[in-house]
């Protein structure tokens, strides 16, 4: 993908943003923040105490009152109460309502396709969508010399976009990026075979195991391993 100097920097002629300020846009909306000592702080970064409660939770009750109850519509309430409690509370206390929105929504169509099917183990069904279709736009982004730990990081490093200039850091946020996806593909590898053999227990834990804590590690081991080399003076 060759891109002119004037699509990566200022606004285009046609008032279109240019990629440059697409890119900023993205990386001010993930979340991802460097902490006080200049390291990602990977708490933060997925809303803190508060965000890991949001995600955890309503997965966590559902998979909890399935597995001693099998009532399909007793624990799917409970995952949507959890979901739209966090939400209510954030409008309560004027919170940014972004990620409760979110949670709320996915609960939401999880509970439909579980509805839908009557299974349990389909509440978690929307969730391998969304891991393939990340997959698929990271590597995306990997083949067209954008990928998406620069668009994360490089912001929050002050490199903006100058990094697609330099080859050794092109390709350190390119393996970052690997990094990220191959979290992605972990997950689907160990919880469809969970999946496809009716587990509900066994696919909730993981589901819950490889969710945040995960993508936490994931996104830490990525800017690590991105991290600029530190020139010494002479």
């Keep these: 993908m060759n891109t002119s100097p004037e699509s990566e920097g ?21 979340g991802v923040e460097r902490g006080d000592d200049g390291q990602i702080d990977v708490l933060k970064s997925v809303g803190g105490v508060r965000g890991l409660a949001e995600a955890i939770l309503p997965g966590l009750l559902f998979t909890l009152l399935y597995t001693i109850t099998s009532g399909l519509y007793l624990s799917l309430g409970a995952a949507v109460v959890a979901a739209g409690a966090f939400a209510a ?29 009557g299974s ?56 970052a990026t690997w990094i990220i996806i191959s979290v992605f593909a972990l997950r689907l590898a160990v919880q469809l075979p969970l999946y496809l053999a009716d587990n509900v227990a066994a696919l909730g834990t993981m589901r819950l195991a490889m969710g945040v804590p995960l993508y936490a590690l994931g996104l ?12 010494r003076e002479p």
Aim: aromatic residues 12%; glycine residues 10%.
């Design 220 to 231: 830490w081991l990525a800017w690590v391993i991105s991290r600029p080399v530190a020139v």
């Design 89 to 117: 509370a954030n409008l309560v206390q004027k919170r940014p309502l972004v990620q409760s929105l979110t949670g709320v929504i996915g609960v939401a169509i999880c509970a439909v396709f579980a509805l839908r099917s």
């Design 120 to 175: 349990g183990t389909t509440f978690f069904l929307p969730g391998f969508y969304l891991n393939g279709a990340y997959i698929l736009a990271f590597i995306i982004s990997v083949a067209v010399k954008w990928p998406v730990a620069g668009l994360l990081f490089g912001f929050i490093r002050g490199e903006n976009v100058s990094w697609r200039n330099e080859p050794k850091r092109l390709r350190s946020y390119t393996l």
């Design 10 to 30: 200022k606004g285009r002629p046609d008032g279109q943003p240019s990629m440059s300020e697409l890119a900023g846009q993205y990386a001010a909306r993930s």
